[in-house]
């Protein structure tokens, strides 16, 4: 079986910073982290706390990339898994706490600036979201205690101008 990766540059956001959002804006238009964040608006310094769904949306417009209308997926447990997706798209994953986390989603594969290479969706959801970004705590006293990572907002990217 022949699996075709889409003419994507993985890059890895760079280590220590919050520059998720802005790397996945840099994959989505074929350009480097650096001009992405000129055009996101958003650096890592001064610990800004990471990048909103607005904060994309502004850098992809910028740089003749078309985006549709941005959706969240409800957190109700059986909504959890993806089910409809645009062909391409931003994805935020979130956890309910302060954290979260963007990928590109392009043509069936996810692109995380953490991983480095592209991981169909099917073992990206089950492998990542719900194991490695869920996560239990050690302690006996915090045994009842769970992070549940799920998806959350959806940019949908329609074209490159």
């Known amino acids: 079986m022949n699996i075709t ?13 919050g520059l998720c959002g802005q790397t996945v804006v840099a994959m989505a238009a074929g350009i480097s982290i650096d001009e992405a964040v000129v055009a996101v608006g958003v650096s890592s ?22 985006v549709g209308v941005t959706c ?27 954290w979260g986390h963007w990928v590109l989603y392009w043509d069936g594969f996810v692109y995380d600036p953490g991983i480095g290479w592209p991981i169909p969706i099917r073992v990206y959801e089950t492998s990542i979201v719900e ?21 959350n907002e959806v940019i949908p990217i329609l074209e490159k101008e």
């Open 5 to 17: 990766v889409p003419d994507i540059v993985p890059l890895f956001q760079p280590d220590q910073t």
């Open 45 to 66: 310094i001064m610990d800004e706390g990471g990048t909103y769904a607005t904060d994309l949306i502004r850098g992809l417009r910028k740089l003749g990339v078309k």
């Open 72 to 98: 969240t997926y409800p957190r109700r447990p059986s909504r959890r898994k993806l089910r409809i997706l645009p062909k391409r798209a931003i994805l935020s994953i979130a956890d309910g706490t302060r």
């Open 131 to 151: 194991r490695a970004y869920s996560r239990c705590y050690d302690r006996p006293q915090d045994a009842a205690k769970q992070v549940i990572a799920y998806w």
